[in-house]
């Protein structure tokens, strides 16, 4: 099926359950995007601010452009301008300098915290004690340019369902509590980013309001990867 086809599809199957669609654009060509984009689709995301920057000034500008990609604090500045929502913030340092970056641009940029629920060692996130700490930390507290507007998580790559479940379950209680004890008066707190095309669906089951989908979208060819001009 064509990328049109797919995104007009996925719209039927999320639309209905208030699921938001994120189609994970990195390393594929403007043209993929503007087929998405001319079928509808207005959320993309990437996991690289450079090939991210790129494709925001190519583009057209009522793209929301979605940051999932590990963020690094040097790299803020660049994306401060116009980004929609990062998904991918792990540390207080990085929520810092997003309220930096954003205060500059007289902005309120809204985030995901990342939280680790993978049994693997190469995913990136807070554990349960480090979001906590991050919460009741005073300088928290003292970021105005900043939004927090939910949690992200990606689960282990397994082909065990069982295992995948209790990961995006647990997730799913931990925001409940969270949004009860730190959000209770910010109905803004509403996303829960987890799912991705091998498991969106077993996300969905277990809560999520928005999903990662790349593959399922612009399929699985391969295509060369972006490089700086």
């Known amino acids: 099926m064509s990328i049109e086809n797919n995104i007009t599809e996925l719209q039927k199957e999320l639309q209905p359950i208030a699921v938001q669609l994120v189609a994970i654009s990195k390393t594929k060509p403007n043209e993929d995007v503007l087929e998405a984009y001319h079928a509808g689709q207005r959320i993309f995301g990437e996991n690289q601010v450079q090939e991210l920057v790129a494709k ?37 340092k990085v929520l810092m300098e997003i309220n930096k970056q954003a ?5 309120v940029i809204d985030c ?26 005073p300088e928290f507290t003292e970021l105005e340019n ?41 109905a803004s707190f509403d996303i829960l ?16 309001n928005m999903v990662r989908l790349g593959s399922t979208i612009f399929g699985k060819r391969v295509i060369k990867h972006f490089k700086a001009k």
């Open 56 to 92: 925001y000034e190519a583009l057209p500008k009522d793209i929301e452009w979605h940051l999932v990609g590990h963020l690094q604090t040097n790299k803020v500045k660049y994306i401060a301008e116009f980004i929609s929502l990062i998904h991918s913030v792990d540390s207080l």
């Open 103 to 107: 205060k500059k641009h007289n902005r």
């Open 112 to 137: 995901l915290l990342q939280v680790f629920i993978a049994d693997e060692d190469t995913k990136f996130g807070l554990d349960h004690a480090e979001l906590i700490e991050l919460l009741r930390s």
């Open 146 to 186: 900043i939004r927090i507007r939910g949690l992200m998580g990606i689960a282990t790559n397994t082909e065990n369902e069982r295992i995948v479940k209790e990961e995006f379950y647990e997730l799913k209680m931990l925001f409940d509590g969270i949004k009860v004890t730190y959000f209770r008066k910010q």
């Open 193 to 208: 980013s987890m799912g991705m095309s091998s498991d969106y669906k077993l996300a969905i089951e277990q809560g999520s």
